[in-house]
Nanobody, 127 residues
């Protein structure tokens, strides 16, 4: 399994921005299909965004479309989530996820599609 380590969470006011990062330990991280999920208190984990291992395809949850941008630096084995125009309802623990074996263009969208998970980073958006 790939080891993943998230960073970049914190406290921000509504309307502000944060950038989350996720470093993958795997030497072949360039072929990792990766994604972000989040879990708010008392709620189930939900999909946020995902990116194909080539980086050429992305998919977003409707709730974040137009505000969040997922990107991947294959040379540095790092996944990013740029979050703009944050809202209080974005408050959650954000998890990085990864999996190998998918085609270069494929973007999975459920938690069952990912085999490796990070420990999570807390994002709190105050109103």
């Amino acid at each position: 399994q790939v080891q993943l380590a998230e960073s970049g969470g914190g406290l921000v006011q509504a309307g502000g921005s944060l950038r989350l990062s996720c470093v993958a330990s795997e030497r072949t991280a360039s072929r990792l299909t990766m994604g972000w999920f989040r879990q708010a208190p008392g709620k189930e984990r939900e999909f946020v965004a995902a990116i194909s291992w080539s980086g050429g395809s992305t998919y977003y949850a409707d709730s974040v479309k137009g505000r969040f941008t997922i990107s991947k630096d294959n040379a540095k084995n790092v996944l990013y989530l740029q979050m703009n125009s944050l809202k209080p309802e974005d408050t959650a623990v954000y998890y990085c996820s990864a999996s190998q074996g998918y085609q270069s263009w494929y973007v999975p969208r459920t938690s069952n599609d990912f085999r490796s998970w990070g420990q999570g980073t807390q994002v709190i958006v105050s109103s």
